[in-house]
């Protein structure tokens, strides 16, 4: 049994291709946006073959719009069973696939060709018996519309059952350095966890999205929350070349959490989401090497109030206000 891992674009779609050619009874795929057409064909031939097949796919995004509409279509043509996702939860935004009761994926990545082929992005491929089990228990709670509860011991992380409570444990438990890779830090429960961090003198280094890649409803506190932790001392850059989409944090070169939570209230709250924690020497080294390598090829986020009109007033609708930005020196 191990756990092994995903990088993109490094690695292209083809282990999840693989392991979708590979599966001979079952495949259960709980996804928040999916039309990457090459994953589509290995879904849609598995089906072909026999193989039972069962895809939960996110209704539709907060405003409305429902990204999944042509690719449950064409499953669905295929004789693929499709339903929308848990309506409990207000987004399913878990990335994840569970192949013959046997291999779990958990990721960051949606099935796209965006997210596979530009985002820096992560999955966890994991065999060990617990994980699979419990992945699969979950899809078949939110399958049925019925509630599920984690194991008490378990490596996955999961919203909103105790996302923000395993985050925050994992921060608080770092001693000498702590890295995340995250589109958005905006809840403030984590933001103190990271802060406290810092003060008790752990080198923390964050990597997010420019502020003008944002909506205009999560300005306010994203640019929020990276200013506090910019004022705190702590370094926070945006990767260049690459867009990011990633959602990771490595503790100590020796423990790393991969998966579909930003570090954000509804990403706790009321979103399903799921992540997992591994200690497994091979995943937390090579996470080490990437982030290493993404940081030598970013650039700090210049949040100053000069820096951030600069990045958004040609992008944003009166940011000066949104933000109380006087433009000046700060």
Known sequence: MARTLIVLPDDTAKPVVDAIDAARRSIRIKMF????PTLLRAVIEAKRRGVNTRVLLNAHRRNGLDENRASRRALERAG??????NPAFDVTHEKSMVVDDATAFVSS????????????DYGVITTHDHDVAEIGACFDADWRRRAFAPRAESHLVWSPDHGRERICGFIEAARDRLVVQIERVQDMIVIDCLVRAARRGVNVQIMAKAPHTLKRDKLVEAVG???????????????RRLKLHAKMLVADDVAAIVGSMNLAPGSFDSRRELGIETHDAEVVDRLRKIAHHDWKHSRPLDLSDAGLLADLESRIENPRALLALNGGAD
């Open 109 to 120: 990545f949606n099935w796209t060709e965006r997210d596979v082929t530009e985002t820096r």
């Open 33 to 36: 946006v999916f039309s990457e």
């Open 80 to 85: 693929v069973a499709v339903r929308d996702a």
């Open 225 to 239: 929350g990276l200013r506090i932790l910019h004022d705190t001392g702590i370094k926070v850059h945006e990767l």
